[in-house]
């Protein structure tokens, strides 16, 4: 679990780490980051803004890719039990017609299974060893190292110096600027949507998603219930959530009990959660007072149900890596772990925009369209730089004694002069 510690306290708890590490942002990234350098015996600092961790949650499906963070965490089986594997994707017309059902089973086989689970269980299983965290706490501004802490209002902290600052704040991470990232290239869709929950009145290894005409429907499988997102063009959204489900439940011949429900469960929650559908990206992770991670270096649009495994893949590298660093090596390994990891997140980004495109155009036509490409596209087809990455995830150990070494062979022997 979460626990809240004085900022004090972390930074006395780290002093004579041989890495002193800081991570802004207690989200998937940032505590996936934290717990694997735990593990290793460093003590990061972990802060976040938010006084409380208060997000409601939603539903998120992992690539096998993930599993070897679990598996250093020592936390796999909890993982498995707390989630559930979605076995099988159906695809409706944007009039509630089944067109097709792939197996998912199938096309993950030989990595492992695509699995299904709340952020919430998510954050809990990451935790279950216990996680101090410093809330209502964040950085306003980095120089030679050392990191400015403020609260939320602004109001000072304390100061402390790190080897190594990570921004792992989100998607409107507001580190970007502290590190001197710059304005990120954005994709904004116009689109928003609301998460809620439901029973699963039918299968529950079975995901669908009905791409309908200026609406979008999803249901993802997580343990003992469905998580749902009813999402739509921004001013459609505009009366709320009860009057949007009306218009989409008018707009459809056939849902069944399951999708029904679950658009009913989207009408009658009181205040489901909303979320918009952008993305980010910036062009380097490695910045002169520190790296960025997760979303804040790379946010998903949620269309190829990849972003989180990305997000906990990359802190799995850097960690795996960081075990094989010292002060005189750091900034090698931070260069080689930037050029391993994020053209795989790019590639798995651009792939979700692609998506996107095919899932943000209006009219009948269009759907009509989209529906044809569907029925000749199978899944397979459509992850396919997905299942390329799941494929050929690199060695961040490999790439981490490799980093060292050419530092070390650059380094000019003990005693040497460079201007003689």
Request: net charge negative; hydrophobic share 45%; proline share 6%.
């Amino acid at each position: 679990m979460l626990t809240e510690t004085p900022l004090a306290a972390q930074l006395a708890a780290q002093r004579d780490d041989r890495l002193r590490v800081l991570i802004v942002g207690a989200g998937i990234a940032g505590i996936t980051l934290a717990q694997l350098l735990r593990r290793d015996g460093l003590h990061p600092v972990l802060v976040d803004r938010m006084p409380v961790m208060e997000h409601p949650g939603y539903m998120l499906a992992l690539m096998p890719t993930v599993d070897q963070a679990f598996v250093d965490l020592g936390v796999h089986t909890e993982y498995r039990d707390a989630g559930t594997p979605m076995a099988r994707y159906a695809f409706r017309s944007h009039r509630g017609r089944l067109l097709r059902t792939d197996s998912m089973s199938e096309l993950l086989s030989v990595y492992g299974e695509y699995n299904g689970i709340s952020r919430g269980a998510l954050i809990e299983v990451l935790t279950a060893h216990g996680c101090p965290v410093t809330f209502g706490t964040t950085v306003d501004a980095v120089a030679e190292g050392t990191a400015r802490f403020v609260r939320p209002d602004g109001a000072p902290a304390s100061e402390a110096a790190f080897d190594l600052i990570i921004g792992a704040d989100g998607i409107r991470s507001r580190m970007r600027d502290v590190l001197g990232a710059g304005a990120p290239d954005a994709v904004e869709t116009g689109w928003s949507g609301w998460v809620a929950w439901a029973e699963d009145l039918g299968d529950p290894a079975l995901g669908e998603e009905l791409w309908g005409d200026g609406f979008f429907l999803g249901v993802y499988p997580v343990k003992d219930r469905l998580g749902v997102f009813l999402g739509g063009p921004d001013a459609a959204l505009a009366d709320g959530p009860a009057a949007f489900a009306g218009s989409v439940r008018n707009r459809v011949d056939e849902l069944g009990p399951r999708l029904s429900a679950a658009v009913a469960a989207v009408a009658a929650d009181p205040d489901p959660y909303l979320w918009r559908l952008d993305d980010a990206r910036v062009p380097r992770w490695v910045l002169p007072h520190g790296v960025l991670l997760g979303d804040a270096a790379a946010g998903f649009l949620p269309t190829a149900g990849i972003g989180a495994g990305m997000a906990i893949e990359s802190a799995w590298m850097l960690a795996r890596m960081l075990r094989q660093a010292d002060r005189a090596v750091l900034a090698d390994v931070l260069e080689a772990w930037e050029r391993a990891e994020r053209p795989r997140v790019e590639a798995a980004q651009s792939n979700s925009r692609m998506l996107a495109k095919l899932m943000f155009r209006r009219g009948r036509l269009v759907a009509w369209l989209r529906e044809t490409v569907m029925r000749m596209l199978s899944v397979r087809a459509a992850l396919g730089p997905i299942l390329k990455l799941v494929a050929s995830r690199p060695d961040p150990d490999a790439i981490a004694r490799e980093a060292r070494n050419a530092t070390f062979t650059a380094a000019p022997p003990a005693g040497h002069r460079a201007d003689t």
